[in-house]
């Protein structure tokens, strides 16, 4: 199993641009989440999902949208990106509210 | 609302040295507690949980305690290696709910 995986790596936006990022777990977990994570604050939920076709919003939802069209993806988007968006974004997995498993992140850079 | 505090890094340990980093919580439930550990250009993984008062979660060496009455959950190692060094976050998750709440991270570094 690959666990949880994310693409890209690394991206450099301008301002305005938009972008996606790709989220993908093969343990068949229902809920699935996005975060970001910032110096000296930790990780803070963006958004998350219960199961495919639901979305949900988190601490910090302003400037992003997702979409959970299939189970096993968990897709994040920026339709504006913006200079206080460049962060490190992790996603995680889970059953319930077990164990919460993390992809490896994706770092993005907004100028 | 939900919160976590931990101490504030970086933490600078020689090998073999014991190791604490604090950890205290708000919630308005029975929270279950958790350690994660950042390496260097990963994700966070596991490191230990706790689900209930009085638990003790343990991992590699590490340990930590729920104390309900104190509300806090610090992290402990007696004998830190190299290989320790990371960042390490304290969070919790209301019974019930699926987010977690993180502290701030606290980064080791362990020195030979």
């Known amino acids: 199993n690959a666990g949880v995986t994310q693409t890209p790596k690394f991206r450099v936006l301008k301002t305005g641009q938009s972008m996606t990022l790709l989220c993908a777990q093969d343990?068949?977990?229902?809920?699935m989440y996005w975060y970001r994570q910032d110096p000296g604050m930790g990780l803070r939920l963006i958004h998350y999902?219960?199961?495919?076709?639901?979305?949900a919003k988190g601490e910090v939802p302003d400037g992003y949208n997702v979409s959970r069209l299939k189970k096993q993806n968990f897709l994040l988007g920026l339709e504006s990106a913006a200079p206080s968006q460049t962060s490190v974004y992790f996603c995680?997995?889970?059953?319930?509210?077990?164990?919460?498993?993390f992809g490896p992140g994706t770092r993005l850079l907004v100028l | 609302g939900d919160s976590v505090t931990q101490m504030e890094g970086p933490v600078t340990l020689s090998e073999e040295a014991f190791l604490t980093i604090n950890c205290t919580y708000t919630a308005t439930g029975y929270p279950s507690l958790f350690w994660y550990v950042q390496y260097p250009g990963e994700g966070l993984q596991l490191l230990l949980k706790a689900t209930k008062a009085d638990d003790k979660g343990s991992n590699k060496g590490f340990e930590a305690t729920y104390r309900k009455e104190t509300t806090s959950f610090h992290l402990e190692k007696g004998s830190v290696q190299v290989s320790d060094s990371a960042v390490y976050f304290c969070a919790l998750s209301e019974s019930g709910a699926n987010n977690l709440f993180f502290g701030t991270g606290t980064r080791l570094t362990v020195i030979p």
């Open positions: 343990m068949n977990h229902e809920y």
């Open positions: 995680a997995s889970n059953i319930n509210s077990e164990t919460q498993y």
């Open positions: 999902s219960v199961g495919e076709g639901t979305t």
